[in-house]
């Protein structure tokens, strides 16, 4: 069980909207920045949005990152077949002295 | 390019060890912590251990604890993870990943990763 929460899958269509919740808690995303990660299938973890809603050189502005309180949210905008990937949120648990990701979001282009 | 590349995986039986290194180029290695993370077979990612810019400050998941050790040389640009007492369940995908830190903040996020290297723990 993570520490943060996501759900298992999304889906839509083509050029719809898909938005990830990530839940955690006042010690971990309500008192740190959260950043995601993009694995596309067979590859390695990429960085897509780091402190909350700040996008990597090269990432589209299709990719937004939002935070309120101890929940963060990414929306992909536009979704092409090219997103279908598994996508992390992460962050850092002050209680522990650990970094902790959540379980993963499966997302599927319909 | 800034990159770090992964390497040592292999296959091992239970309770034995093996250490990774991961090589670091492009950037002043000695100037950003560092961390490795690991994907089991069909699961999600897994931090295991962090170490800081000098290598003084180590940390590590509960999972791991007593049973690995984050290391780093500066003047090799190269981190190690050593692994002692391996399970099946420690087989996965094992990443390097340099860690950034926001101006002014300690707000932390990996921001490069190696392609991974693969440990298999199996008899």
């Known amino acids: 069980q993570s520490v943060l929460t996501q759900p298992p899958s999304v889906s839509a269509a083509p050029g719809q909207k898909v938005t990830i919740s990530c839940s955690g808690s006042?010690?971990?995303?309500?008192?740190?920045?959260v950043s995601w990660y993009q694995q596309l299938p067979g590859t390695a973890p990429k960085l897509l949005i780091y402190?909350?809603?700040n996008r990597p050189s090269g990432i589209p502005d299709r990719f937004s990152g939002s935070k309120s309180g101890t929940s963060a949210t990414l929306a992909i905008t536009g979704l092409q077949t090219g997103d279908e990937a598994d996508y992390y949120c992460?962050?850092?648990?002050?209680?522990?002295?650990?970094?902790?990701f959540g379980g993963g979001t499966k997302v599927t282009v319909l | 390019e800034v990159q770090v590349l992964e390497s040592g995986g292999g296959l091992v039986q239970p309770g034995g060890s093996l250490r990774l290194s991961c090589a670091a180029s492009?950037?002043?290695?000695?100037?950003?912590?560092m961390s490795w993370a690991r994907q089991a077979p069909g699961k999600g990612l897994e931090w295991v251990a962090g170490?800081?810019?000098?290598?003084?400050?180590?940390f590590y998941a509960d999972s791991v604890k007593g049973r690995i050790a984050i290391s780093r040389d500066n003047s090799k640009n190269t981190l190690y993870l050593q692994l002692n007492s391996l399970r099946a369940e420690d087989t996965g995908v094992y990443y390097c990943?340099?860690?950034?830190?926001?101006?002014?903040?300690?707000?932390?996020?990996?921001?490069?990763w190696g392609k991974g290297t693969t440990v298999t723990v199996s008899s």
């Open positions: 170490i800081s810019d000098n290598g003084d400050g180590t």
């Open positions: 992460g962050t850092w648990e002050r209680s522990l002295s650990v970094w902790v």
């Open positions: 990943a340099k860690v950034a830190v926001a101006p002014y903040t300690d707000y932390y996020y990996m921001d490069v």
């Open positions: 402190d909350n809603n």
């Open positions: 492009g950037f002043t290695f000695s100037s950003y912590p």
């Open positions: 006042s010690s971990n995303i309500g008192s740190n920045h």
